[in-house]
């Protein structure tokens, strides 16, 4: 947590989510636990808000995407065939003097424990070599620790995916191309959590696994496949699309989805993974960049995994994970003679390329990679893979850091003063509208107040205040980011006449105008600003 | 898993979970994993919705709850504090011979790995005393596998509530009485996982906790605690309501949250347990039961916790959970001498009372008691809790349980077949309507089809399904609880002249009765359903 503190944009930040309960270090009354962070009432809210929105685009809006609900604790063999268990781990160092161990690509920048002066790289104490240390946190299912009763929490959501695909396909009536969306918890033991909530130990992932055809396949089927004309949007999903088109699809659908909750094109970045950078098993990986006080920082990578997944778990789990496509059968029948051989040759490549990668013998990898490609004459094809996969926490950081503002505004006596604003897009604001009789002690206005609250209480998340001024209440809710403000005065009891009666004032966060509506005017006014 | 295959009826619900996508086994593909359940594309949509109408009615609908989203892996002082590290365990039973370990309580029911003919409690193997083998997983955090750096996955959502009690109440502007709510995962490595779902290593918990002023407090603000006159529904919150009252509504009112998702009252049972039968601190305990068809089982608890939790929290981190309630202090200083002293000795031997209980010596307990009543003399107390917990997981069992139904209904030749209908209550189920064209190779229709499916699913969760006679697609969705169905014919395209253009049918799940709609009356009428 010491970064923050050394920017003065992400202090004040830290200290207006902890002021009105957007996020609390976990455990905070023994001290914390590091790398752990709670959110407290409007942090659940902000967050709940976000992840239906994006439950809603991803899912419910979509014929071709279904939903899952996976457990964080899974078998174990998963995370062999994930390569989790041999490869997602830092090089650390242990000091047999002072007893710390350390990350070993940080030692030069790690002060010594007991000489602070030095960093540990140029200290006395004697080192070990570089170790392996797994960031999976592991535990043990069943009464015995024994190692065949290892277990590890999930350090992502998407294997879960991977592993229940053919029970999905079975039952959804789904074919490819289709998707499935999962958000759930995922956690990594890192050793270093740093940026406050940016990279934290416990945290949540929203991610989608888009199942596509092989692009043998869609040639097969359409003859050709498309080529991506430019890094623009490409438009509704074609028959002809291969795994670039979709592959940029979704990178677009993404970003627009970005859009729609508060975070403009300018605010984020779109980052190409150069060849070199590429996980092993990656054509092509897409990171989209938010640019955060401490630096501009991944929010969200869209991979396009090739069949990687899926055949590893196949392997694996000795289950078949390829689906048949009668589309592609009835295609390859009557293709000619030698787009069948160049089709079947490309296949064949590709497979035996995974699999003499995945540690496969040569020979081995020949002769599976000819039964791989019969299949495909045949209509079978293991599909491949588009990832977007996004960071709830850090997106929920990044829109808090995104929506404070400062600006100047008059106080009760005409003053100008500094205000304090979250200016949150209408859809994810924790807070939709707040409601305050313009006097406490008055019960006409009081219970003229609640009936209005309970007017729109059906329909979004409201906030009744009547304490204080109108002034100050008013700077309360900016500070949180709602909306709308309504007050209800003697105007709308009727006292002016009938004309202004059961109207009340609106009031808005951003503009900070204010205009009268009549009450049976407002929800319809206030649904369609919030969605 | 054996108990369900031996009831008929379990064994129906159990496959038609799996074969219409509601739960899968975890990591089926790897062999499973005992007590861990995957839900899938439907299951994933029911659970969302009851988490949803819960938060809904717990947080967003009431002015006196706020939410929170804390960490699964918390200080492990806080289990400490709570009792879990000492005393949630179950005493195991180590067989020295064939190195099983076994619950003490059921040796006499478990066959003898090595000679099956035999219970363990019976065989030859040499036994160890039991010994406590604690329920909670437990992991490292940081890089070190050392006690100190001991976690574990928490075994219940409330003790999160309670350790950011004061930074909610701080940055809330909620005063006592009010409650903080939470949906979120829990753990617990049971021995022997069964029932399904019912009794899971992993799964969700619905908590509120809800902080109430103590009687003592109540008495000298209203100068009388009400009294409950019966088991009935005590009516609106009033400010003269003690501990009992409190209770009882939560009681009734989460009774009534069952009704409403489908789950009347002659499914439930109330019981309210024995004294003898009260944890410790608990001053009454009532459960909801379910009559699933493997037994009459505890859907919910609703406890009424004393102080308990926050003194345990208050003592073990040092840090102050007391609250200041300045109408307390107000209507002290007027209190007749008398009055003053009643209260004051039966705050005193209530407080001394925990204290005694929780291990503290007399002479201490009787000095810190002194303080706490002296504090209730100045406006001081630490609240009390009322918390109703339920388990998501178990209820989803319970509403899938009661849904499942069987009757008699026509083929499309009209002889009567076994029809198997989930009949959920329209707020839970998955699909809230499908839509269906006539025919799927008639441009017309399936574009008209398309467009009520856009009108409808910015509003609901649709299933747009083209495939097989009506009849079928019918009963596709009776099996998955879709409250209705709409058909596109050619009436609808005018086909029959303008009277029936632009009509739909509407089909109820139900009554299976059809009726013809307009198309701008489908909206209205199908969110006043589902609501």
């Known amino acids: 947590m010491s970064e923050p503190k050394e920017n003065p944009l992400m202090e004040k930040i830290v200290s207006l989510c902890k002021r009105r309960g957007f996020i609390f270090q976990s455990s905070e009354i023994y001290g914390g636990i590091n790398g752990f962070w709670d959110y407290g009432p409007l942090g659940a809210e902000l967050k709940r808000n976000v992840k239906e929105l994006w439950w809603q685009t991803m899912t419910r809006q979509r014929d071709d995407v279904v939903g899952l609900e996976a457990t964080i604790i899974?078998?174990?063999?998963?995370?062999?065939?994930?390569?989790?268990?041999?490869?997602?781990?830092?090089?650390?160092?242990?000091?047999?003097?002072?007893?710390?161990?350390?990350?070993?690509?940080?030692?030069?920048?790690?002060?010594?424990?007991?000489?602070?002066?030095?960093?540990?790289?140029?200290?006395?104490?004697?080192?070990?070599?570089?170790?392996?240390?797994?960031?999976?946190?592991?535990?043990?299912?069943?009464?015995?620790?024994?190692?065949?009763?290892?277990?590890?929490?999930?350090?992502?959501?998407?294997q879960a995916i991977f592993v229940q695909f053919k029970n999905v396909l079975e039952t959804s009536r789904q074919k490819v191309p289709f998707g499935i969306a999962q958000i759930g918890k995922a956690f990594r033991n890192e050793i270093t959590p740093r940026n406050y909530t940016f990279r934290s130990r416990e945290f949540e992932q929203m991610?989608?696994?888009?199942?596509?055809?092989?692009?043998?396949?869609?040639?097969?089927?359409?003859?050709?496949?498309?080529?991506?004309?430019?890094?623009?949007?490409?438009?509704?999903?074609?028959?002809?699309?291969?795994?670039?088109?979709?592959?940029?699809?979704?990178?677009?659908?993404?970003?627009?989805?970005?859009?729609?909750?508060?975070?403009?094109?300018t605010t984020l970045e779109e980052y190409w993974q150069k060849p070199e950078e590429l996980a092993h098993y990656a054509r092509a990986t897409?990171?989209?960049?938010?640019?955060?006080?401490?630096?501009?920082?991944?929010?969200?990578?869209?991979?396009?995994?090739?069949?990687?997944?899926?055949?590893?778990?196949?392997?694996?789990?000795?289950?078949?994970?390829?689906?048949?496509?009668?589309?592609?059968?009835?295609?390859?029948?009557?293709?000619?003679?030698?787009?069948?051989?160049?089709?079947?040759?490309?296949?064949?490549?590709?497979?035996?390329?995974?699999?003499?990668?995945?540690?496969?013998?040569?020979?081995?990898?020949?002769?599976?990679?000819?039964?791989?490609?019969?299949?495909?004459?045949?209509?079978?094809?293991?599909?491949?893979?588009?990832?977007?996969?996004?960071?709830?926490?850090?997106?929920?950081?990044?829109?808090?850091?995104?929506?404070?503002?400062?600006?100047?505004?008059?106080?009760?006596?005409?003053?100008?003063?500094t205000r304090v604003v979250l200016r949150f897009a209408p859809c994810i604001a924790p807070v939709k509208v707040a409601i305050f009789p313009l006097l406490k002690n008055k019960p006409d206005l009081v219970a003229k107040a609640k009936a209005v609250r309970d007017l729109l209480r059906q329909h979004m998340n409201v906030f009744y205040d009547e304490a204080g001024a109108i002034g100050r209440r008013y700077r309360r809710q900016d500070e949180i980011g709602t909306p709308f403000c309504l007050t209800i005065d003697f105007d709308t009891l009727g006292e002016k006449g009938d004309d202004l009666k059961d109207t009340v004032t609106l009031r808005d966060r951003d503009t900070m105008k204010q205009e009268r509506l009549k009450i049976p005017e407002l929800l319809p006014f206030l649904l369609s600003k919030i969605r």
Chains 1, 2 share one sequence.
């Not at 899974?74 to 781990?89: D, L």
């Not at 438009?235 to 975070?263: A, D, S, T």
């Not at 293991?382 to 400062?406: F, K, M, Q, T, W």
């Open 74 to 158: 899974m078998s174990p063999q998963i995370w062999k065939a994930s390569g989790h268990v041999s490869t997602f781990a830092d090089a650390m160092i242990d000091c047999k003097t002072c007893k710390g161990r350390f990350r070993a690509d940080q030692i030069s920048e790690i002060p010594c424990p007991q000489k602070p002066s030095k960093m540990v790289s140029e200290c006395a104490g004697e080192k070990t070599e570089p170790r392996a240390f797994n960031l999976m946190f592991k535990t043990y299912v069943g009464p015995v620790e024994s190692d065949d009763n290892v277990a590890y929490l999930r350090p992502e959501t998407a």
């Open 286 to 417: 897409v990171d989209i960049l938010f640019k955060f006080p401490f630096g501009t920082q991944e929010l969200e990578g869209i991979a396009a995994r090739s069949d990687f997944d899926l055949s590893q778990h196949e392997r694996f789990s000795g289950k078949p994970m390829g689906v048949f496509d009668d589309e592609l059968k009835a295609a390859w029948e009557k293709l000619p003679k030698e787009t069948q051989d160049a089709l079947w040759r490309r296949y064949y490549e590709n497979r035996k390329k995974y699999l003499v990668k995945s540690g496969v013998q040569e020979e081995a990898a020949a002769k599976s990679a000819t039964e791989d490609a019969n299949g495909l004459a045949k209509g079978q094809y293991i599909p491949h893979v588009i990832e977007p996969s996004a960071g709830v926490d850090r997106l929920i950081l990044a829109l808090l850091c995104n929506a404070y503002n400062e600006d100047q505004a008059p106080d009760e006596k005409g003053k100008m003063e």
């Open 207 to 265: 991610e989608l696994e888009f199942f596509i055809r092989p692009d043998e396949a869609i040639e097969a089927i359409s003859s050709s496949v498309a080529t991506p004309a430019s890094k623009d949007h490409p438009g509704e999903p074609q028959p002809n699309w291969g795994w670039q088109l979709w592959h940029q699809y979704w990178v677009e659908e993404r970003i627009k989805f970005y859009g729609n909750i508060g975070l403009p094109r």
